[in-house]
């Protein structure tokens, strides 16, 4: 079983929101991965958690805060977003960050939209 | 630095015609490679890899990647396409480390 789960599917949130995006897997994975995705663009790598402690933080602005609580479950903390950061938002995990072992396997995202 | 080339954001096939998607690599080490599909409003699925071994690599849905290190390539191809690969598809490569280096994505479309 390869499955990574997010929820929700789909966020409206306003600016002065605080919201929080979860993901889930199952398949003993240790590193885990935020991803942000524009409209017909690649994957935007944001954030790797590797073993659960942050090992990679790609200059996100502080709006985004990332937690892993365990070795399971990711989930990003938004709180005053911009209309810019409407996006899709990929979850992925990998059963080692990196190396022959670091294809990494992606979840269905979170189409957000801030009003 | 790694940096990845997908050539053509668009390839047009007829439904049985041949797939080929171009991706070429850049990199200091040996590269672990891999092609992703994405359906609209989905998450990327993993299509194939190569990490050491048969530069041949089968994957799902009938897609094959062949690494060739002399011309830094490992383009994706499908003998017979189907209506059904009609997606979004990315190279990427990795090394050791832990972040992906995705291409800018090819789009393929599949006319009846």
């Known amino acids: 079983d390869t499955e990574v789960t997010q929820t929700p599917k789909h966020l409206v949130m306003g600016m002065t929101n605080k919201k929080s995006l979860k993901c889930e897997q199952h398949?003993?994975?240790?590193?885990m991965y935020w991803y942000k995705q524009k409209a017909k663009k690649p994957p935007e790598l944001m954030f790797v958690?590797?073993?659960?402690?942050?090992?990679i933080n790609e200059s996100v602005p502080s709006r985004f805060s990332p937690e892993c609580p365990n070795s399971s479950l990711l989930n990003l903390h938004l709180h005053a977003l911009q209309p810019e950061d409407s996006a899709l938002y990929l979850c992925?995990?990998?059963?080692?960050?990196?190396?022959?072992?670091?294809?990494?396997?992606f979840g269905p995202g979170t189409r957000l939209t801030v009003t | 630095a790694q940096s990845v080339t997908q050539l053509g954001s668009h390839v047009s096939v007829s439904e049985g015609a041949l797939v080929l998607l171009r991706c070429n690599y850049s990199s200091s080490v040996p590269p672990y490679l891999f092609w992703y599909v994405q359906y609209p409003n989905q998450g990327l699925q993993l299509l194939l890899k190569?990490?050491?071994?048969?530069?041949l690599v089968k994957g799902i849905n009938g897609f094959e990647a062949e690494f060739k290190k002399s011309e830094t390539s490992f383009h994706l191809t499908k003998p017979s396409a189907h209506m059904s690969d009609a997606a979004e598809y990315f190279c990427?490569?990795?090394?050791?480390?832990?972040?992906?280096?995705f291409g800018t994505g090819t789009r393929l479309l599949v006319s009846p």
């Open positions: 958690y590797s073993y659960e402690k942050l090992s």
């Open positions: 190569y990490t050491t071994g048969a530069t």
């Open positions: 990427a490569s990795g090394t050791g480390f832990q972040k992906l280096v």
């Open positions: 398949m003993g994975h240790r590193a």
């Open positions: 992925a995990s990998s059963e080692r960050p990196g190396g022959e072992m670091g294809e990494q396997y």
